[in-house]
């Protein structure tokens, strides 16, 4: 017998081809997460938008109909015109507060801090937001009172007036600054540190200053992921609740307390869904426009 034939001996048999496994299709995948977000976002979105539409009665609280009078008492009335007005100014102040002071943080835990010493600086950072938001805004209340840790400090060096921040736009934002920085920071950390290095370094071996270089490389580059914080921040500033009424008082109004108060308290659902969808398109409109127009000036950048 050759050696050819012994190998062929030993040689195991044949196996029959497999089919290649079948893969499960995108759809099928995506199906669950569909079905979540339909039943837990848009089921009572959709519902708000139905509800808006309904007409209040004090005896029945809500009558099924189909009328605008809801959208229109809005628009007609000027309280709550200056309600949406100083959510849109409070939020957008607070938002440009935490865009300036977190972008030098961002920058220096990227750039300037040992991997532990970030680790740590990080920690402290994110420490506030395992409290909630109530707590904190108490702690701010102690502080910005007129007998209060600020006021008692300011005693020291011989200060006894009133501070009067308290029940005022200023505590609102300050309030509103100190939630919504640690997502500020984050957010731009990450983005400052994919940013390469190197693109500084040569910048700056061409001549260009340190602050040439943050405008006209660092920042450019990191424009997407602050316009991600930018929007974050604002979006939160806009629906918050506890900050306005702990900080700003009973007659300081924004729209997310005066949406709870039209459902909760006036019992009116129908208008409370229609300020509710207003508030909501208000900050989609504008998150989608400013994205819109940041997203092409970053392509022209980028060209």
């Known amino acids: 017998m050759s050696m050819s034939d012994t190998v062929a001996q030993m040689a195991p048999p044949d196996r029959p081809d497999r089919r290649p496994p079948r893969r499960i299709g995108a759809p099928f995948l995506t199906t669950p997460a569909l079905v979540f977000v339909t039943i837990g976002l848009l089921a009572p979105l959709a519902l708000m938008l139905r509800n808006s539409f309904n007409r209040f009665d004090p005896a029945e609280l809500m009558i099924s109909a189909f009328t605008a009078e809801n959208y229109v008492k809005f628009f007609t009335d000027a309280f709550y015109q200056e309600v949406l007005l100083r959510t849109l100014g409070i939020s957008a102040l607070a938002t440009a507060i935490c865009l300036v002071a977190g972008v030098p943080v961002a920058y220096f835990l990227a750039r300037h801090v040992s991997a532990f010493a970030k680790r740590m600086l990080l920690i402290v950072i994110l420490v506030p937001l395992l409290i909630g938001n109530a707590v904190r805004t108490s702690a701010w209340m102690?502080?910005?009172?007129?007998?209060?840790?600020?006021?008692?400090?300011?005693?020291?060096?011989?200060?006894?007036?009133?501070?009067?921040?308290?029940?005022t736009a200023?505590?609102?934002?300050?309030?509103?600054?100190?939630?919504?920085?640690?997502?500020?920071?984050?957010?731009?950390?990450?983005?400052?540190?994919a940013i390469d290095a190197n693109l500084e370094d040569a910048a700056g071996s061409l001549g260009a200053t340190h602050l040439t270089v943050m405008r006209r490389v660092v920042l450019p580059l990191a424009?997407?992921?602050?316009?991600?914080?930018?929007v974050l921040c604002f979006i939160l500033s806009m629906n918050a609740y506890a900050t306005p009424v702990l900080l700003g008082g009973p007659t300081f109004h924004m729209m997310a307390p005066t949406v709870y108060q039209q459902v909760a308290k006036a019992m009116n659902w129908p208008f409370g869904s229609a300020l509710a969808f207003i508030l909501m398109s208000v900050t989609l409109i504008l998150t989608v426009g400013v994205s819109a127009l940041v997203q092409r000036k970053y392509r022209r950048w980028s060209e």
């Open 170 to 193: 200023t505590a609102v934002t300050i309030g509103l600054v100190s939630v919504l920085l640690p997502f500020m920071i984050i957010t731009l950390n990450s983005v400052f540190e």
């Open 223 to 230: 424009l997407p992921g602050i316009l991600a914080g930018t």
């Open 142 to 167: 102690l502080i910005l009172n007129d007998r209060g840790v600020l006021a008692s400090v300011l005693g020291v060096f011989g200060y006894e007036g009133p501070l009067g921040l308290m029940y």
